[in-house]
């Protein structure tokens, strides 16, 4: 996959993931009036999504393929 395609794929990835999983987690532990403290928790998820996925998508992809390699053709 070209770098360009990767780098854009994890931005728009980990924004979809931060949104949700900040709204998601922070309604469950504080109920509807964390909705106005949510954009800010999603301002700081998502950075730190994005640093995380730079990280652990090597390692991912490398225990998908140990785990389940791809049937050759």
Do not use: C, D, E, Y
């Amino acid at each position: 996959m070209p770098k360009k395609t990767q780098i854009v794929l994890q931005l728009l990835m980990t924004f979809m993931m931060a949104l949700t999983m900040s709204g998601i987690m922070g309604f469950i532990s504080i109920g509807p009036q964390f909705f106005s403290h949510w954009p800010l928790s999603f301002i700081i998820a998502w950075p730190i999504a994005f640093i995380v996925t730079q990280i652990v998508t090597p390692i991912a992809f490398k225990l998908a393929f140990l785990i389940a390699p791809p049937a050759r053709a």
